[in-house]
């Protein structure tokens, strides 16, 4: 079969790229465009290190031919980040150490970032059945856990006081508290 | 941020104050803004221009004799670019703990006439796309002779069981010893001394590391002849002298980019797909991308070994333990690896940390016809902690003894002497008994309470 043009909605913005059929959209998202943030443990369906959000919906891109989500929007880890300030979801995995070696985070996030979109208040039992797909061999995944139950809180936060547009600053500022307060230990100044 | 966990300093408020900022404090990982934002780069993340991809053909038996190795359908497949033998390989004999003055060599890259393990590599394929490599290794040949299997410790060290190592022996061997050994008093005047003989027999299974991102390199020729390997290595250094050696080629010509690990716990000290890798490169003169498949990651990557540990204790009716015998035996499967060195450790553990006056240890570092076990968190260590204090437990359940009891008589005090003959120092057994029992709301009486790490009560 000869290749095809396949144009996708990547992050917002419409790409295009030769696609050969056996061409997965992992290797699209990683070889050809370079966004290497997906992941791939297994390629086999396994593991969740390569889920992306197409149309939407949590997927494993390395069992997606690329020629079949023609025309679909594609959303990575890339994309949730607005310049150098994290989205709630992102910082909430920094905030409760539920990143370890980092592999399977990009994967997990998404996850996440997919339940989160679908469900703003989501049980505990949602957040576990949200990332029963998704491996992650190092944090025993407690903390995974609570860093999306808090991110949700996070968000519920942020649309309750009604900034929509303001959620980029308000995590802008929370940065910056947190930054200061990573480098406090060092300079002996965070005692107690 | 806040203090996470109160400190008790009484312990050591002779030796510094207790005014700790960091410890009991959370510390953000340095790394963790690049996972969350995916710019973390791991190895495979780099797409040099030209990249090749390395395959193996691997064996499907146990341990046989190699009748004939067939690579002509593997040269056919379009796309291929090469294949690799064990000719190919400059020195093919290695052993990873050479660096630490281990021997004898007792692995090849590739094998040659015989195979010792389902999975060990026989050809390497070298193709412009993943597709053709794997195609190009499924293609490949080899016609064997099936020899004899050992697929037990015990049955590997019968009388009559096959010899499957070249050095003669199922066994390492420790300075003409065929085990680690420690001889400490007497062990049979302490069995005939004993109140109660209390015997256990403990095992355990292989374990996979399963880490998320399979083990792998990428080998970049450099302007300058010198070979870059972007690798997931957790042992920089180690890989990078040990391919140096097997390709026959100074350090220096050697760069080796790594620190990124996508989940290791030891399965990734081994040197396995760098030599490879680079002999890719050196032979296309291009880069070489060498990744185990998840299959590979875990049906053929080193595992945690599987062992056997018998214990033999001489204890009296107060729950002292008079004498203690432990047989272990580390299934280091067809290779060495680490596990020479994983069972000095075991032997360095023994017999637990508990002063017993007369101990009588071997530990045996075996070789099967399974796939080579090697370094996994604590190893050599963590089984033996799972059989001694299985044990401990048993022997308490024996004496009708409160397990915690018992191992607070029979603990490391300061100024004891050890089995390996040094002196105990620094112990703290007994003071994390104590806060243990504490924290689950365990009753000690007031006697053990009392106990102290210090000082070893009469009796
Ligand atoms: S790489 Fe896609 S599920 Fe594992
Ligand atoms: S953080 Fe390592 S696999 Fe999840």
């Not at chain 1, 992102?90 to 996440?112: K, L, R, W, Y």
């Amino acid at each position: 079969m000869p290749s095809t043009i396949v144009t996708l909605k990547l992050n917002g913005t419409e790409r295009e790229l030769i696609a050969r059929p056996s061409t997965t959209l992992l290797s699209a998202l990683r070889d050809t465009f370079g966004l290497t943030g997906a992941k791939r443990g297994c390629a086999q369906g396994g593991c969740g290190s390569c889920t992306v959000l197409l149309d939407g919906r949590p997927a494993v891109s390395c069992l997606i031919p690329v020629v079949t989500v023609d025309g679909c929007a594609v959303e990575t880890v890339e994309g949730l980040a607005d310049g150098d300030r994290l989205d709630d979801v992102q910082q909430a995995f920094v905030d409760h150490f539920a990143t370890q070696c980092g592999f399977c985070t990009p994967g997990m996030i998404m996850s996440a970032t997919a339940l989160l979109n679908r469900e703003p208040a989501p049980t505990r039992q949602d957040v576990t059945e949200a990332i029963c797909g998704n491996v992650c061999r190092c944090t025993g995944y407690e903390p995974i856990v609570t860093a999306v139950l808090s991110a949700a809180e996070s968000r519920r936060d942020g649309a309750a006081e009604g900034r929509h547009d303001s959620a980029a600053e308000r995590r802008h500022d929370g940065a910056g508290e947190r930054h200061r307060d990573a480098a406090a230990p060092l300079s002996g100044k965070a005692a107690g | 941020m806040g203090r996470l966990t109160p400190i008790d300093t009484t312990y050591f408020k002779d030796e510094r104050a207790g005014d700790f900022t960091v410890i009991g404090s959370a510390v953000q990982r340095s790394d963790a803004r690049g996972h969350v934002t995916g710019r973390t780069l791991f190895f495979e993340d780099l797409t040099p221009p030209g990249l090749t991809h390395v395959k193996i053909h691997r064996s499907t038996r146990h341990h046989a004799r190699i009748d004939r190795v067939d690579v002509s359908g593997a040269l056919e497949v379009p796309g291929v670019l090469r294949v690799i033998t064990h000719e190919d390989v400059p020195n093919n004999w290695y052993v990873v703990l050479r660096l630490i003055g281990v021997g004898p060599d007792d692995e090849p890259v590739l094998a040659e006439d015989r195979v010792l393990y389902r999975g060990e590599p026989i050809v390497a394929v070298v193709a412009e796309t993943e597709e053709a490599a794997r195609e190009g290794a499924a293609r490949v040949v080899v016609d064997y002779t099936d020899l004899p299997a050992v697929l037990d410790v015990e049955a590997a060290l019968a009388d009559g069981a096959p010899i499957i190592k070249q050095a003669g022996t199922n066994h390492f061997v420790y300075e003409g010893h065929p085990c680690r050994r420690i001889r400490f008093g007497d062990v049979e005047r302490g069995f005939a001394e004993a109140d109660r003989i209390i015997e256990g027999r403990y095992s355990s299974s292989p374990i996979e590391h399963a880490p998320v991102e399979p083990t792998g390199c990428i080998v970049v020729p450099q302007g300058d002849g010198r070979l870059r390997i972007h690798s997931n290595t957790q042992a920089a250094f180690f890989t990078l002298d040990n391919t140096a050696l097997i390709l026959g080629v100074p350090p220096t010509s050697l760069r080796v980019v790594g620190g990124t690990v996508g989940g290791g716990f030891g399965g990734k000290v081994d040197v396995i797909v760098e030599p490879l890798a680079c002999l890719a490169a050196m032979l296309t003169g291009r880069p070489a991308k060498y990744v185990y498949s998840r299959a590979e990651e875990m049906q053929v990557s080193s595992t945690r070994a599987a062992e056997h540990i018998h214990i033999k204790d001489g204890v009296m009716d107060d729950g002292r333990i008079v004498a203690r015998q432990v047989t272990l035996y580390v299934d280091a499967g067809a290779y060495s690896r680490h596990s020479p060195y994983g069972t000095t450790k075991a032997a360095a553990h023994m017999p637990g940390p508990y002063t017993i006056p007369n101990v009588h240890v071997d530990c045996y570092c075996v070789y099967t016809n399974r796939t080579p076990s090697s370094a996994m968190r604590g190893f050599g260590v963590t089984i033996g902690d799972f059989a001694l204090e299985s044990h401990m437990d048993h022997v308490a359940r024996e004496l009708g003894m409160d397990p915690l009891r018992l191992r607070l008589k029979n603990a490391y005090r300061d100024g004891d002497m050890k089995a390996h003959r040094k002196i105990a120092s620094g112990t703290a057994l007994v003071e994390v008994i104590q806060s243990a029992a504490d924290l689950v709301g365990h009753d000690l009486p007031p006697e053990y309470r009392a106990m102290s790490s210090a000082e070893r009560p009469e009796g």
